[in-house]
């Protein structure tokens, strides 16, 4: 993974996630009941959370190699899959999606362990550096 790619999808990620969340402020605050909105809420928190580990995430994947990649990877399908069934869930009301949303939260948990064992093999500590 590139540190060009790594930006791109950092971008398109904020920039969804700046999108739904002024959907869900101005489109859906009237049409949904408050549970519905705040499980809206919670997948847009996790969104530009994920979107932000990304954009500094991109400095530093060239130098992490693979587990860069996978982090990356990780942070982009659990956002999407996270993210994207509350918000579906929110919208159409649908409860079986929730039953997938786990799923996406697993996923970003293993982008965070993959970005801690990257960083563990490939930045060398203050002792090593001397």
Do not use: K
């Not at 847009?44 to 979107?51: I, K, S």
């Not at 956002?79 to 929110?90: C, E, I, N, P």
């Not at 799923?103 to 948990?109: A, D, E, F, K, Y």
């Amino acid at each position: 993974m590139t540190f060009r790619a790594t930006l791109i999808i950092a971008a398109l990620a904020g920039l969804i996630a700046v999108i739904a969340g002024t959907f869900g402020a101005h489109g859906l605050a009237d049409r949904v009941d408050d549970h519905l909105l705040e499980v809206f809420q919670t997948g847009n928190r996790y969104h530009a959370y994920h979107a932000l580990a990304l954009l500094g995430l991109a400095g530093h994947v060239e130098r992490l190699g693979r587990t860069g990649t996978i982090t990356v990877c990780c942070f982009a399908v659990g956002t999407f899959v996270f993210s994207g069934t509350l918000y579906l869930l929110a919208i159409t009301g649908q409860r079986w999606l929730g039953a997938i949303t786990p799923l996406g939260g697993i996923t970003l948990i293993a982008g965070w362990i993959s970005l801690g064992l990257g960083a563990w093999r490939s930045i060398p500590t203050a002792s090593q550096s001397r």
